[in-house]
């Protein structure tokens, strides 16, 4: 079956970065679409970004703004999350889900997710 593993999250202070790892296997790599959530105790969960393996196409959400990259490793099956500039606020768990479509409302349905990594900002 389909299994994916976070990696990457820690603690780390505000203005720093961090570069999550997404782990994938038991599933076509290149014909995938990977996305990113958060999920905060005190929020509802957002999506962070998306790519699209069959064309390398992505997709952020709004606040982002420029902060944070999406990149594939297809040698390695593994897509990573590249945050910059982190601020409190960035604080949660995110999560990696793999499905056919870069579409939130799709992988809610019938994507495949993994377990999280914990990234905490401290002011």
């Known amino acids: 079956e389909v299994q994916l593993v976070e990696s990457g999250g820690g603690l780390v202070q505000a203005g720093g970065s961090l570069r999550l790892s997404c782990a994938a296997s038991g599933l076509t790599f290149g014909d995938s679409a990977i996305g990113w959530f958060r999920q905060a105790p005190a929020k509802e969960r957002e999506e962070i970004s998306c790519?699209?393996?069959?064309?390398?196409?992505?997709h952020y959400a709004d606040f982002v703004r420029g902060r944070f990259t999406i990149s594939s490793d297809n040698a390695k099956n593994t897509v990573y999350l590249q945050m910059n500039s982190l601020k409190p606020e960035d604080t949660a768990v995110y999560l990696c889900v793999a499905g056919t479509f870069c579409s939130r409302d799709y992988m809610t349905l019938f994507g495949s997710w993994g377990q999280g990594t914990q990234v905490t900002v401290s002011s």
């Open positions: 790519i699209r393996n069959s064309d390398n196409s992505t």
